[in-house]
T-cell receptor
Framework: EAGVAQSPRYKIIEKRQSVAFWCNPI?????LYWYQQILGQGPKLLIQ????????DSQLPKDRFSAERLKGVDSTLKIQPAKLEDSAVYLCASSQQGVVGNTIYFGEGSWLTVV | DQQVKQNSPSLSVQEGRISILNCDYT??????FLWYKKYPAEGPTFLIS?????DKNEDGRFTVFLNKSAKHLSLHIVPSQPGDSAVYFCAASARGNTGKLIFGQGTTLQVKP
């Protein structure tokens, strides 16, 4: 079974530029998550989708971050304009359902450096 | 507000000995706890979990203990192997919270041969 796919793996941009990350979850997984992991910290949830609807985006900086999952399968996370503090690993994850007890599987992450 | 805390940033143990990683939480609504392992340049991988109705869950060399009154859980690895060297994250979830995980800061485990 294929895992969670993410691209690009690495990206370096200048501040105020924009960047987009793509994620394809495990086949059949209805719930998709985007987490941000800053160096030395644990992953922090940015947004959670159930199919193509947003379940939780309370910690998404909506003035610069946006995400979509139009057909309920793959998803895109965009940052515009980027700030230095956005340098982090962006982890996409998926689970069969967004309920307690369902294992969440992570992709390898997209590493962003903002200079 | 750090609801899940891993107060030890790093731990070093000798191969064959026991590794004990600790995690504390503050939210009494948490009822499901997980440990993830992360190698450099990879995403976290699920290791073991425990529901709040249990106080122990075992899977091979890995055992997780939950002390609800102390809001504390720990991961025991016995015996430790060099391949266990990684960052370990504790995570928690609350019933009715749509599966959202709150992570600790991580503990880097180094197992020396």
């Amino acid at each position: 079974e294929a895992g969670v796919a993410q691209s690009p793996r690495y990206k370096i941009i200048e501040k105020r530029q924009s960047v987009a990350f793509w994620c394809n979850p495990i086949s059949g997984h209805a719930t998709l998550y985007w987490y941000q992991q800053i160096l030395g910290q644990g992953p922090k949830l940015l947004i959670q989708f159930q199919n193509n609807g947003v379940v939780d985006d309370s910690q998404l900086p909506k003035d610069r971050f946006s995400a979509e999952r139009l057909k309920g399968v793959d998803s895109t996370l965009k940052i515009q304009p980027a700030k230095l503090e956005d340098s982090a690993v962006y982890l996409c994850a998926s689970s069969q359902q967004g309920v307690v007890g369902n294992t969440i599987y992570f992709g390898e992450g997209s590493w962003l450096t903002v200079v | 507000d750090q609801q899940v805390k891993q107060n030890s940033p790093s731990l070093s143990v000798q191969e064959g000995r026991i590794s004990i990683l600790n995690c504390d939480y503050t939210n009494s609504m948490f009822d499901y706890f997980l440990w993830y392992k992360k190698y450099p340049a990879e995403g976290p991988t699920f290791l073991i979990s425990i529901s709040s109705i249990k106080d122990k869950n075992e899977d091979g060399r890995f055992t997780v203990f939950l002390n609800k009154s102390a809001k504390h859980l720990s991961l025991h690895i016995v015996p430790s192997q060099p391949g266990d060297s990684a960052v370990y994250f504790c995570a928690a979830s609350a019933r009715g919270n749509t599966g959202k995980l709150i992570f600790g800061q991580g503990t880097t485990l180094q197992v020396k041969p």
